[in-house]
């Protein structure tokens, strides 16, 4: 039988995502959710979507009412919703006694939406996202004391999280402080020390670790490195797929040049290039392999669902169909590879 796990899932927040004011306009939950529905590969489409709570594609603050009318826009295009993403920006994991108040506040609404998802039958699996909302420039005026305030803002999360039977996952990107190496991303989740919390990891995003942007104690791919160099690149992705697969609870497949890359208001981080970018530096579906199974080759198992994160895509690739079935073909060799079928 062919594999049909884990599900493939297309993620909405590249809509919003480094657009705005100073970039091209947001694309439309809808707009994200019809291209998402209508891309198809040998008869294949996405399972589902991952979401991200904040505007313009959802208002946390709004009621049940509206929990139940997201899952019905979603349901009408045969998607299923798996990981959610928690706005909270409005204060970082390491500021004030009031920011953090309200960092871990945006994850307790978050996770009451995840709840309700769930118990409407829409959302068999997933996380609830955080990071540190902190920059790394920040964070180092005191590696110690900033993370142990970031661990402190986590850990009421994950106790408030626990109260709705969720998991959240830190999202191992360089633009957030305390979690932009590989290195950092592991002593702030050690120092963490609850059982609901782990790791997000994006093979585009992720692949920065292995360059040390923003950490060059935490570089593991030699100075002088060159990409046509794939037994360097590949021993180097192994030692960083060794330290944070234990940890890795939430998965994004992606494409990256080798270079940073930021719109918008996002601060620069892992270029998302194109599933068939001929620049791209990563071989997808191989290199998938390195997080999703062991040391021993087999599968981990550890989560349900993949999802791609295209962001900063510009909105002329974004709005055109061909990109997205690109996208699920390449999402699909991951699945032929790494993948399983259950009854």
């Known amino acids: 039988m062919e594999n049909n796990y884990p599900k493939l899932h297309n993620a909405t927040w590249p809509g919003i995502v480094g657009k705005g004011p100073d970039s091209e306009p947001p694309i439309s939950l809808d707009t994200m959710l019809e291209m998402t529905a209508a891309a198809e590969v040998g008869g294949v489409k996405f399972d589902g979507v991952d979401l991200g709570l904040f505007d313009p594609h959802y208002d946390l603050d709004t009621s049940d009412d509206a929990i139940k009318r997201l899952a019905d826009k979603v349901s009408k295009h045969g998607l299923e919703i798996g990981s959610l993403v928690a706005p909270i920006w409005g204060g970082p994991a390491m500021g004030s006694k009031e920011e953090r108040a309200n960092f871990v506040e945006m994850v307790r609404k978050s996770c009451h939406i995840g709840q309700k998802l769930r118990e409407m ?67 702030t989740l050690e120092a963490v020390d609850r059982p609901n919390i782990g790791f997000q990891a994006d093979m585009s995003h992720t692949t920065l670790y292995l360059l040390g942007y923003n950490a060059p ?24 797929t060794d330290a944070l697969r234990p940890w890795t609870i939430d998965f994004h497949v992606a494409q990256n040049d080798g270079t940073v890359h930021g719109t918008g208001s996002h601060d620069k981080t892992g270029r998302h290039c194109q599933a068939t970018d001929p620049n791209g530096k990563l071989d997808i579906a191989h290199d998938a392999g390195l997080w999703l199974r062991n040391n021993s080759g087999e599968l981990t198992k550890a989560f349900r669902h993949i999802c791609w994160d295209g962001c900063m895509f510009d909105n002329a690739v974004m709005t055109k169909q061909q990109t997205w079935n690109d996208i699920l073909a390449a999402m699909i060799n991951v699945r032929k590879q790494h993948g399983w079928y259950e009854a």
């Open 217 to 240: 104690e935490a570089r593991i791919l030699p100075e002088d490195f060159q990409w046509g160099d794939r037994e360097t690149f590949l021993a180097g992705l192994r030692k960083l």
């Open 121 to 187: 039958g829409i959302r068999p699996n997933g996380i609830v996202r955080i990071d540190s909302a902190s920059t790394p420039h920040a964070w180092a005026a005191d590696p110690v004391g900033n993370t142990k305030l970031i661990a402190q803002t986590f850990r009421e999360a994950c106790d408030v999280a626990a109260d709705y039977g969720e998991r959240l996952a830190a999202e191992g990107e360089i633009c957030w402080g305390g979690m932009h190496s590989w290195k950092a991303m592991i002593d």
